[in-house]
């Protein structure tokens, strides 16, 4: 509608002041509080004391990843990696799969879209009550076999302490730094195959002053923690529960994500392909599969937010003390509600917006930059 | 005799044989095999939940109940109706409030943008991805000093307020399709910002608000870490009861699925009957949908 300052425009403003400033105050200034929270030693001692909280920078999270009484936080972390990248690539096999199976002019698509999304709309402590009587391992799961007359599984799903991939916590900046060597070379040699030579040789020049580092350097001790006592992590086996509960919940939306995508493919463009001498695996490789690439990313970014999150599910399901599958959102919950130990919580909460952030912002930057062009 | 009937029988099943080339059948049977891996827990909270305590024993985990007893919901209803009541009067005003709040956001939003609205929208939306552990500290400490901790009250208030990005983005797109040219008119036959709303959006506002107010429903419904944070006993909603009933130090599990059964109830009948709205409001949440 018309611009410039009418007194509607300023009506409407007033309207919406409101729940700007509620979101100021509730998202944001809350965000700084807790942010300032973090950098203090603020827990129910002191708050009984009624002496002010002492300002420490940033020991809190100087301890929760070298401090030999945060094992559960490194554990955590442990966990959250490996749990959102199964969680991710499960929800995408599933959600593809029955997006593209129920693109095949199916007899009864409502009813099998109706099964595979009702999770959706249930809580996910409904889901982690269900499961965990299924993944009961004395019976559930483990007893199906037996209905065949097998022997019975012995896997000991969520309570296994069976742990793969075993590796020191000394050694994670190492191996960080490794990942990210290998990301660089790829990278550098993507950037020499496409002849963008200025940028493949900036890359080159990264990837060597990286290997003189990981080489000479000394990423492989810790400050804090003793070199000589490696603290062993790895993917906790446990989590395999974890991750097909969510993924229970969770594929139908991706499922409803490529669904909506693959009904925007006109048949005329599949029609098209096949003119082309294209057969229908063709179809889908040449077609379907490129123009889904942009909700397959929109959906890791969705279910990678979820999973840095999660938080009902594994309570539920692990009671909170199972550090075999606990995630920072649990810790963060019982360092600063049950241990009071404020400042710690913070810090864990602050660790948590900023893996949250580092995956949110680019993608609502992305998403709010191609709407404006519309 | 016998023999001219399985010929009678075999002909029509003869004549479709062909339709029913290998990869249909491919098709279908994954199809079916992915539902009945979606409906295994579907059945064991039926089949949990309509035993006695008694009939639980781990062997027979998967058999269906040798009597059908309704002992286990009866127990049930009394362990979370409280809770249940709680969640109702929680969700029913939490919801109705942010639906009215996101319909007035999107109106703005999207037919009186101004100077600015496309750095506060984008700084709103980002509320609705954060991890609320980050502002979960504040929040408890801004409640006690406010005298809304641990009661219903002071989590309607959460509800609403951390549920503006959503339905002021469902909204606003939601009005974005109203084409502008229907304001104008009104305009011209000098209606103001009030008027226009009044009279020519909310007419047109029904399925926008059906979705909005499904997806804040179930979302608050199904809710767990304000629940158990900010409310004290009694005041706690459904799902933190139906948790408390699953961390109890005797297991019994067949009250403990009908429990699940009852807080499912209320969401999973508004998808059944809703879903197309439902599912629009999922799609809504990953921005473009």
């Not at chain 2, 009937?5 to 059948?25: C, T």
């Not at chain 2, 954060?130 to 801004?142: D, E, H, K, R, T």
């Amino acid at each position: 509608m018309d611009s410039g300052l009418t007194r509607d425009r300023l009506i409407a403003i007033l309207m919406l002041l409101p729940s700007i400033i509620l979101v100021a105050i509730f998202v944001y200034g809350f965000i700084a509080w807790t942010g300032y929270t973090s950098l203090t030693d603020s827990n129910a001692l002191q708050q009984l004391s009624g002496l002010p909280a002492q300002f420490i920078g940033l020991k809190n999270y100087n301890d929760l990843f070298t401090g030999g009484l945060n094992l559960r936080f490194r554990m955590d972390m442990v966990n959250t990696v490996f749990f959102t990248i199964m969680f991710i690539l499960v929800c995408l096999a599933v959600g593809m799969g029955l997006a593209i199976l129920l693109d095949q002019k199916i007899k009864g698509e409502a009813v099998f879209r109706t099964i595979f999304l009702f999770p959706m709309a249930l809580s996910f402590v409904v889901t982690g009550v269900v499961w965990k009587w299924l993944f009961n391992p004395t019976s559930g799961f483990n007893v199906l076999p037996t209905i065949i007359g097998l022997p019975a599984g012995g896997f000991r799903w969520f309570i296994s302490e069976e742990r793969w991939w075993p590796f020191a916590w000394q050694d994670v900046p190492l191996i960080l730094s490794i990942i990210f060597l290998g990301i660089v070379i790829f990278a550098a040699l993507w950037y020499w195959s496409k002849r963008r030579s200025q940028a493949a040789a900036l890359l080159t020049a990264l990837a060597l002053l990286l290997l003189a580092w990981i080489t000479f350097g000394s990423p492989r001790s810790l400050s804090g923690l003793n070199p000589e006592r490696p603290e062993q992590h790895g993917f906790n086996v446990a989590l395999i529960a974890v991750v097909i509960a969510a993924g229970w919940q969770m594929s139908g939306y991706t499922m409803a994500m490529y669904l909506a995508g693959l009904r925007g493919i006109s048949e005329e463009l599949r029609e098209a392909a096949r003119v082309d001498g294209c057969n229908e695996l063709g179809v889908y490789r040449h077609v379907v599969f490129p123009l889904l690439a942009p909700i397959t990313l929109s959906a890791m970014i969705i279910l990678g937010h979820i999973s840095l999150k999660i938080f009902d599910l594994v309570y539920t399901i692990g009671g909170g003390d199972n550090l075999y599958i606990d995630m920072p959102g649990i810790n963060m919950f019982f360092t600063t509600f049950r241990s009071n130990q404020f400042g710690q919580g913070a810090a864990i909460a602050m660790l948590m917006l900023i893996m949250v952030a580092v995956v949110i912002i680019p993608y609502l930057a992305s998403q709010l930059r191609s709407e404006t062009k519309l | 005799m016998n023999t001219t009937y399985p010929s009678q029988a075999s002909a029509p099943a003869g004549q479709s044989a062909p339709r029913l080339r290998p990869s249909r059948v491919v098709v279908y049977g994954a199809l079916i095999i992915a539902a009945i891996f979606f409906l295994i827990p579907v059945y064991m909270v039926l089949v949990t939940s309509f035993k006695s305590i008694d009939q639980v024993s781990i062997s027979t985990m998967w058999n269906l109940p040798t009597a059908f007893t309704l002992e286990s919901f009866s127990r049930a209803i009394n362990r979370l109706l409280p809770n249940f009541i709680n969640s109702v009067l929680l969700v029913v005003p939490a919801t109705a409030l942010s639906a009215m709040l996101g319909s007035i956001n999107g109106y703005v939003l999207s037919k009186w943008t101004f100077r600015g609205a496309n750095v506060i929208f984008p700084l709103m939306l980002f509320g609705m991805f954060i991890p609320y552990q980050a502002i979960l500290i504040p929040l408890v400490q801004f409640l006690q000093s406010a005298g809304l901790y641990g009661g219903i009250p002071g989590l309607i208030l959460v509800h609403v307020v951390y549920g503006i990005p959503i339905t002021t983005l469902i909204f606003r797109n939601y009005y974005a399709e109203v084409p502008t040219e229907m304001l104008e008119a009104g305009r011209v036959d000098g209606a103001g910002f009030f008027r226009l709303y009044w009279d020519i959006l909310l007419p047109l506002s029904l399925p926008g608000f059906v979705v909005v107010i499904i997806w804040q429903f179930t979302q608050i419904w199904n809710e767990f870490l304000f629940g158990v944070t900010l409310t004290g006993t009694g005041q706690q909603p459904i799902t933190v009861a139906l948790q408390n009933l699953a961390g109890s130090q005797i297991v019994e599990w067949n009250v403990q699925m009908a429990g699940a059964l009852m807080t499912a109830l209320p969401t999973l009948a508004v998808y059944i009957l809703l879903g197309r709205y439902f599912i629009r409001g999922l799609l809504a949440g990953s921005i473009k949908g």
